[in-house]
């Protein structure tokens, strides 16, 4: 089983440059998030998504921007790649939000590493 | 918001011993999920606990979820070098259906 694939796995770009991350999973998800983890702090959620068309803002989404035109597929586009943005950047995929009848646990990709020099 | 906070930050340990690692919540908990990661790969889920009370094992480790403390604690019997890496807790913060997660907690295990 594949899970939840992210593409590149490292990747070094200019200030200013744009880059697609590619995240697709083969569990028929519904619900999809992209993190980004930086040293001591955590994961903190950029974008998700419900479900096909429909994309949400999450804690920090600034300086970033997602798609969602199929079930499978959920990319991160950074436009003007700024320095704030080295980071490692997580895609996570789960079948429903909780409910009180049954939690559904998170799977994630194996992280893109992206530095911004 | 809420906030998870883990203790020890890190952990060193001879590998045999036994450890615990703790997950404390700003508010209720609704759940509690906890994760393995290794260096340069994902988030293993490891498992989940819903309801106060509940305790969950896997192969040496095991998980407890105390609700009335907003606590979880992950406890690894015997440790072994495998079981180093990163643990973090999770639990469900917000309408998104996100996860809001801890700092971590970074275990080494001394051969």
């Known amino acids: 089983n594949a899970g939840v694939t992210q593409t590149p796995k490292f990747r070094i770009l200019k200030i200013g440059q744009s880059m697609t991350l590619q995240c697709t999973q083969d569990m028929n998800h519904n619900y999809m998030y992209w993190y980004r983890q930086d040293p001591g702090m955590g994961l903190k959620l950029i974008y998700y998504?419900?479900?096909?068309?429909?994309?949400d803002k999450g804690e920090v989404p600034n300086g970033y921007n997602v798609s969602r035109s199929t079930t499978e597929d959920f990319p991160l586009r950074l436009e003007l790649a700024a320095p704030s943005q080295t980071s490692v950047y997580f895609c996570?995929?789960?079948?429903?939000?909780?409910?009180?009848?049954?939690?559904?646990?998170?799977?994630f990709g194996d992280g893109t590493r992206l530095s911004i020099l | 918001s809420q906030e998870l906070e883990q203790s020890p930050q890190s952990l060193i340990v001879q590998e045999g011993k036994n450890l615990t690692i703790n997950c404390t919540s700003s508010?209720?908990?609704?759940?509690l999920y906890w994760y393995k990661q290794k260096y340069g790969e994902g988030l293993i889920f490891l498992m989940m606990l819903q309801k106060g009370g509940e305790e969950k094992s896997h192969e040496k480790i095991t998980a407890k979820l105390d609700e009335k403390k907003q606590q979880s604690s992950l406890h690894i019997t015997a440790s072994q070098p495998s079981h180093a890496g990163i643990y973090l807790c999770?639990?469900?913060?917000?309408?998104?259906?996100?996860?809001?997660f801890g700092k971590g907690t970074k275990l080494s295990v001394k051969p």
């Open positions: 508010k209720t908990l609704y759940g």
């Open positions: 999770g639990a469900r913060g917000g309408s998104q259906g996100n996860l809001i």
């Open positions: 998504s419900v479900g096909a068309g429909i994309t």
């Open positions: 996570a995929s789960s079948l429903t939000r909780d409910s009180r009848l049954g939690n559904q646990p998170q799977h």
